[in-house]
Structure formats: C-alpha cells, structure tokens
T-cell receptor, first 112, second 114 residues
Framework: DGGITQSPKYLFRKEGQNVTLSCEQNLNHDAMYWYRQDPGQGLRLIYYSQIVNDFQKGDIAEGYSVSREKKESFPLTVTSAQKNPTAFYLC???????????FGQGTRLTVV | ELKVEQNPLFLSMQEGKNYTIYCNYSTTSDRLYWYRQDPGKSLESLFVLLSNGAVKQEGRLMASLDTKARLSTLHITAAVHDLSATYFCAARTHSGGGADGLTFGKGTHLIIQP
C-alpha cells in the first residue's frame, strides 16, 4: 500500500541532544513537508522540499535541519538549538499539482 | 503572507443539529483543504476544493469554496457523535508543479453530545 511512514512514533530527547525524525513515502510524490503541531496552535510549516537536493525554510525553521538525498525520504533533525522541541511532528507529501496532501502518522517528541 | 482563520475554534453541539464552520483566508489561493484530526492522531483528508463555487459532500459533511470572498465552509448536517474531532482548513498559494506548503487555520474543536 502506498503511503507515508514516520518513525519513531514516540521520541524522547535529552537536553543538548540532536535527534532525527524519519519520513519515507512510496507515493512517488515530488514535494514533501514537515509541520510542527502544538496544542491550540494548528500546524506550522518547518521545512519543505519540492525536488531532490533542494529544500526551503518554512515559518519556524530555526533549530531544525533537513536533507533530501532521495525522492522517497525527507528526514528532519531537531538540533540542540531548538529550545522548545516538545511537540507533535507531522510529515506530508503532495504529487504534481498538489491536488491532495497526505500526512504520516506523526512523531511525538518529548524533552526529558 | 497568507493567513487562515477559522471560526469558531470550539463548538459543542447536540446530535441531530446542523452547524457550519467557517474558514477565511487572506490572499488568493488556488487550493483549499479540509482535514479531520482525532486526539493523538494524524490528519485525515476530507476535501480538496479547487475552484470557485466548488462543493463537495461526503456523508453528513459538505464543503464549499467562494474564492471571491476568500471563504470556505464546512457544513455538518444532523450531527452524530462520531463526528466529534478537530477540523482544520488549509490554503495553498502556489499553483503548478511546485508547492509552497499549506497554511493551516488553528482548527475547530468539535464536540457532539448525545
């Protein structure tokens, strides 16, 4: 079945650590996105990528980094520079024309 | 900068009643999306509206788009408890092969009571 797979489902980070969230899709979609969701805040765009080896900052990119070495994969690294990383992270992808955006199941990151 | 506003942000209603959620966006957009989110879960796509006057219906939910007014509505008919969830609208400003990402409203937390 085609879809988007995020892993892990739950992730715990210690202060000062970098952690990487995985996002893989087998939908042959060109564009991929990372969103952050805080309670009562809706979703905010962190980074997006339209093609391999290219990506752009979204509204809240500080403290995050991404790579797009393969069309199927768009991992997000939450760096130690992100001071308040506890949130629900969602990855999405869209095909040509963006007629529909599909979301992964999300990763819940908690700082301990 | 595209801004998307939903209202109400919280809605408690009784089963069997009708209600409408409103989604206003600030600049021209060529796509309007509606999603449902259950607690602790990801987003489930409900509707994608592509043109002015577009109307889509699925069960008790109907979505419409007025691009001139920059307004989309999600209408709930004869609500049932299973429709309790948070509903998000999102708008996109870019057309063609690329994508700028979706801008989301803050969501409408809907509770339907028996």
């Amino acid at each position: 079945d085609g879809g988007i797979t995020q892993s892990p489902k739950y992730l715990f980070r210690k202060e000062g650590q970098n952690v990487t969230l995985s996002c893989e899709q087998n939908l042959n979609h060109d564009a991929m996105y990372w969103y952050r969701q805080d309670p009562g805040q809706g979703l905010r765009l962190i980074y997006y990528s339209q093609i391999v080896n290219d990506f752009q900052k979204g509204d809240i990119a500080e403290g995050y980094s991404v790579s797009r070495e393969k069309k199927e994969s768009f991992p997000l690294t939450v760096t130690s520079a992100q001071k308040n990383p506890t949130a629900f992270y969602l990855c999405a992808s869209t095909g040509f024309g963006g007629t529909e955006a599909f979301f992964g199941q999300g990763t819940r990151l908690t700082v301990v | 900068e595209l801004k998307v506003e939903q209202n109400p942000l919280f809605l408690s209603m009784q089963e069997g009643k009708n209600y409408t959620i409103y989604c206003n966006y600030s600049t021209t957009s060529d796509r309007l999306y509606w999603y449902r989110q259950d607690p602790g879960k990801s987003l489930e796509s409900l509707f994608v509206l592509l043109s002015n006057g577009a109307v889509k219906q699925e069960g008790r939910l109907m979505a419409s788009l007025d691009t001139k007014a920059r307004l989309s509505t999600l209408h709930i008919t004869a609500a049932v408890h299973d429709l309790s969830a948070t509903y998000f609208c999102a708008a996109r400003t870019h057309s063609g092969g690329g994508a700028d990402g979706l801008t989301f409203g803050k969501g409408t937390h809907l509770i339907i009571q028996p």
